[in-house]
């Protein structure tokens, strides 16, 4: 939920002529998009735990001296349809991994620099519709 809509939410919640109904239809609204959004959270940490799984597999595969230490890599992401294609670039994904680590650098330079004060509140995207 973008921060618009919350800012949207929070602005019909304080109109003292909302119905009460109008009230409820919002939380279900609400408590329905929080149960997705858990859903998803577990799928992706699940994807991420099997994944940051396979990658230790292979060091660890890799430093006993194992015959094919990629192996436990190689089908994670082929059961998630990673794989690199036949003819796909390899220069095209490690300028994406670059680039994706940059972007990481970046985002945790910022992180560090934020003040821990007052959140400046922004509307940015489309708000979710309300009753009326």
Known sequence: ????????????LADGTTHPSELLSIARDLVDDLEQARMREAVLRTYYLRLLTAARATIAADAAGADDPLSFLRHELAERGQLPQDGEAVQRILADARAAAALLACLEQTASLRPRGLRVRRCVGSGRSLPR
């Not at 939920?1 to 019909?12: C, L, Q, Y």
């Open 1 to 12: 939920m973008t921060r618009s809509e919350f800012d949207d939410i929070r602005a019909h």
